[in-house]
């Protein structure tokens, strides 16, 4: 099992990015898809989760400028974020779990490698 984190790089403030997150080796379309990110000097922080069933979960104060979202058939996930902040800048990892407990880093089977983002004026 592969879960393979791109889209990442160099963005302005206020710019957009898409990260995506292609899982291989088996189907995860029941499974929880979630991204987390980890600044550097800090802890890992949830940013996002959505179910098997397309419910979704963000982190606080994090909603309105990042949506995810998934397709399944390509199994693969998606993390939109809008109006980039300094503070976003971090490694963003994928992770996927068999069960819906999206905030507990220890719910989770697989990670991607993560993809940095970097926002700068």
């Known amino acids: 099992v592969q879960l393979q984190a791109s889209g990442g790089g160099l963005a302005q403030i206020g710019a957009a990015l898409r990260l995506s997150c292609a899982a291989s080796?088996?189907?995860?379309?029941?499974?929880?898809m979630t991204w987390f990110r980890q600044a550097p000097g800090k802890e890992r922080e949830f940013v996002a989760a959505?179910?098997?069933?397309?419910?979704?979960d963000y982190g606080t104060s994090l909603e309105g400028r990042f949506t995810i979202s998934r397709d399944s058939g390509k199994n693969t996930v998606y993390l939109q974020i809008d109006s980039l902040e300094p503070e976003d800048t971090a490694v963003y990892y994928c992770?996927?779990?068999?069960?819906?407990?999206?905030?507990?880093?220890?719910?989770?089977?697989?990670w991607g490698q993560g993809t940095l983002v970097t926002v700068s004026s």
């Open positions: 080796g088996r189907t995860f379309s029941n499974y929880t």
């Open positions: 959505i179910s098997r069933w397309y419910n979704t």
């Open positions: 992770a996927v779990s068999g069960s819906w407990n999206p905030r507990d880093l220890k719910n989770y089977d697989y």
